[in-house]
């Protein structure tokens, strides 16, 4: 609870590190105006608390009230082998885990990239030390290391309840997203975090290196992304910050990168 926590992008380290928090000092994330600035979790209780949202059966989303660093949303879904909890949020209180085991506890956590591991281990740690599935190209950017980190290697990772972790890259090395064929009531769900990005008309997503500092990809990272996710089905694509695609998500993805390859070319 008294790790250090950076106030702009949310995540927990082991150690304060010498300097600016690396995540925000890289050209992904930034370092606010006024200078680098630490927290920890136990400051943050009593000042924000977690709202939870029923999405779709079996689908919950949590974020924080009022806003935390980036803002991100986690997910609960019932795989019916176990609750997976996809992404993550840095406030963790007793409200949280009595909502959370009320709903039947978690028996994975898998988070899409460095900005959104915040609190991660003291989650899994509430939980009775549940593995964290995160893939292996981003085993330089975990910045409180524990041994339920569990890395994966490869392109997709199967886990419980016909969740398939997909390895997209892109806007980092080992994004991933989660590919859910139960949901949208058995036409599949993607999680997809930042990577695409629901945008503000939500029949179209987009792709960027870097949002904040807006640095886009060129062609042919874009026609990387989309091909990890070709092969699977989802009507609906959940997006982190409370923005979805609810209808032939999927086409809207194909519709989007062609519209990005136009906008760049
Ligand atoms: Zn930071
Ligand atoms: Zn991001």
Redesign the pocket.
């Known amino acids: 609870m008294s790790f250090p926590v950076?106030v702009?992008?949310g995540?927990q380290y082991a150690e304060k590190p010498e300097g600016d928090?690396p995540?925000?000092a890289d050209s992904r994330?930034y370092v606010a105006y006024g200078g680098q600035q630490w927290t920890t979790l136990k400051d943050l209780l009593g000042k924000h608390h977690n709202v939870f949202t029923d999405i779709e059966p079996r689908v919950v989303s949590i974020h924080s009230e009022p806003a935390f660093a980036i803002g991100q949303r986690a997910f609960l879904i019932d795989t019916g082998e176990g609750n997976l909890l996809w992404d993550c949020i840095t406030l963790l209180d007793d409200a949280t885990i009595a909502g959370i085991e009320r709903r039947g506890s978690i028996t994975a956590m898998a988070i899409s990239h460095p900005h959104y591991y915040s609190t991660m281990i003291e989650w899994s740690n509430a939980f009775g030390g549940i593995p964290i599935w995160i893939h292996e190209a981003e085993r330089d950017w975990i910045c409180r290391p524990a041994p339920q980190v569990q890395f994966w290697s490869g392109y997709t990772h199967k886990l419980p309840g016909g969740i398939t972790l997909i390895r997209s890259g892109g806007h980092f090395d080992g994004y991933q997203v989660a590919h859910w064929p139960d949901g949208a009531e058995g036409r599949g769900a993607l999680f997809a975090g930042d990577q695409p990005q629901v945008c503000g008309d939500r029949r179209w997503v987009s792709f960027l290196y870097s949002y904040p500092n807006m640095i886009p990809f060129n062609a042919r990272q874009v026609q990387a992304i989309t091909a990890s996710l070709e092969p699977f089905a989802y009507e609906r694509l959940y997006g982190a910050f409370g923005r979805h695609v609810l209808q032939d998500a999927k086409g809207a993805v194909a519709r989007s990168a062609e519209r990005y390859l136009r906008a760049i070319s």
């Open positions: 950076c702009t992008c995540v928090c995540i925000c994330q």
